[in-house]
């Protein structure tokens, strides 16, 4: 799919939901194509060349040294299809290092023991070791990045449908890895599904509820071929959603907007609505256009005076941060869940380029600009071999008394991190052709996941 289409249509179909249009196509310039090609090179290239070849497994992060993720090898395994595609790389080497992964994780030792494997009942633990792939420390086994996985999995299984040897494997071990969870093991408090488990003191005492990026976790646990949650899990899951009305944009609310767009990597919720969105007359996709603008919003907004916020510089999700720190008054974090709703607001004047790039799909006419000015306006000190670092705080400036990044100019990330380059990748390419959107409609197990979930309309017809 490298034809580039200059008219990208956004939305299946047009409609007006509680007064707030759906925008029906954005054209993408000859400059935005320019951007996007580069920017989608570059990317790929993090999960291509800081892999560890021999299992698969791609680092949380780079160029710090770094233990493995298992959800940003999920991204990766999709990175390496849309490598292909926009050729990249061949469909030799994508399938030879997709087959090394999928052996890797299909062997990898799973028990009740607390060191010297990688998971136990079919999930793996959140952080593995780069070079034997057991579990990192005392991490959880945990439920969302396993998850995250298994989407890179199964778009592996549906791009590799050649009838060769090594095109064959990689099928037959997507279905043993997937169909080895067992979902209803995890249900320590029924229907949902608890969000992890540690050998030494049991589940985590957290469900996955509210709105989040479960959504993909729950498709996943209703289609499963061997050890599928009830349908009353999905019910159950939507009557916990906070719908709210947040600077403007009505929606299900979740305040860093990752969750509104990992799900949304691997499927297409344009036109397609269970119960819960038929009754609200919109559908996952326009909720999470609606959660892009209204963080947006709420950064020109910016009641914090933070430097630098406005039309083109915002986005706040998860991401890494300056320091946990406290100066001038200011509070200012590391690593930390950033995001602005009405559920919470944490904000502290450190913007993510994964906030805007992660919702290309849903709202490219304010997301292409935005990108673009990061990059313009911040150079090499925010783009860099592997596209964009991971944040930058233009507010925090003092550079004698804290670490790395600390500028009088302002903080900027030294790092890329996987779970953050894998959605800007993902929907770039969703905005451009839809191919990943495409190639997730023809895997069965997804289709089952969401009829279970009672999803009907559009592409499932």
């Not at 070849?53 to 680092?59: E, S």
């Not at 439920?143 to 040897?165: E, K, M, R, V, W």
């Amino acid at each position: 799919m490298k034809q580039l289409f200059l008219l990208i249509t956004l939305w299946a179909y047009v409609s007006v939901a509680y007064g707030q249009p759906r925008p029906q196509a954005t054209r993408l310039s000859k400059a935005d194509e320019a951007f996007l090609d580069s920017l989608e090179r570059d990317t790929f290239r993090f999960f291509w060349e800081t892999a560890n070849p021999d299992n698969g497994l791609v680092p949380d992060r780079a160029p710090t040294r770094s233990f493995a993720s298992i959800a940003a090898v999920g991204f990766g395994l999709t990175a390496y299809l849309v490598g292909v595609e926009r050729g990249y790389i061949t469909r030799a080497q994508a399938a030879g290092r997709t087959l090394n992964t999928l052996r890797f994780f299909a062997t990898a030792p799973q028990s009740e023991k607390t060191a010297g494997i990688a998971g136990y009942k079919g999930f793996f633990y959140h952080f593995l070791d780069m070079k034997t792939g057991e579990r990192f420390r005392q991490v959880e086994l945990s439920t969302i990045d396993t998850a995250l996985l298994l989407g890179g999995i199964l778009s592996a299984q549906t791009y590799f449908d050649q009838n060769t040897p090594v095109e064959t494997e990689i099928r037959q071990l997507a279905d043993q890895i997937y169909g080895r969870a067992d979902w209803t093991w995890f249900q320590a408090r029924s229907p949902f599904v608890s969000m992890g488990w540690h050998p030494e003191t049991g589940f985590i005492k957290s469900d996955w509820t509210g709105y989040n990026e479960a959504m993909l976790l729950y498709v996943l646990a209703l289609g499963s071929p061997t050890h599928p949650v009830g349908p009353e899990v999905w019910p159950a899951w939507t009557k916990s959603y906070p719908w709210a009305t947040f600077y403007g944009q009505t929606h299900v609310n979740f305040d860093p907007l990752f969750g509104h767009q990992y799900s949304h990597g691997w499927i297409d919720f344009r036109g397609i609505q269970d119960a819960y969105m038929r009754d609200k007359g919109i559908d996952y996709a326009e909720n999470s256009r609606r959660a892009t603008y209204a963080n947006r919003a709420y950064c020109v907004a910016n009641p914090g005076k933070w430097q630098d916020y406005g039309p083109t510089i915002w986005g706040l999700t998860a991401c890494d941060g300056p320091k946990d720190t406290t100066v001038n008054g200011r509070q200012f974090f590391s690593y930390r869940a950033r995001g602005a709703a009405s559920t919470q607001i944490v904000d502290d004047g450190t913007i993510a380029p994964t906030a805007a790039g992660g919702s290309l799909a849903f709202a490219p006419e304010i997301c292409l600009p935005a990108l673009r000015a990061m990059k313009t306006k911040y150079g090499a000190k925010l783009y860099g071999e592997y596209g964009f670092r991971d944040a930058f705080n233009p507010t925090y400036r003092y550079p004698s008394r804290f670490a790395n990044g600390s500028t009088q100019n302002g903080w900027f990330d030294i790092d890329y991190l996987g779970i953050d380059q894998g959605p800007i990748l993902l929907m770039a390419e969703n905005l451009r052709t839809g191919f990943v959107w495409n190639l997730m409609k023809k895997n069965p197990h997804i289709r089952r996941g969401l009829a279970k979930a009672g999803f009907t309309g559009g592409w499932l017809k």
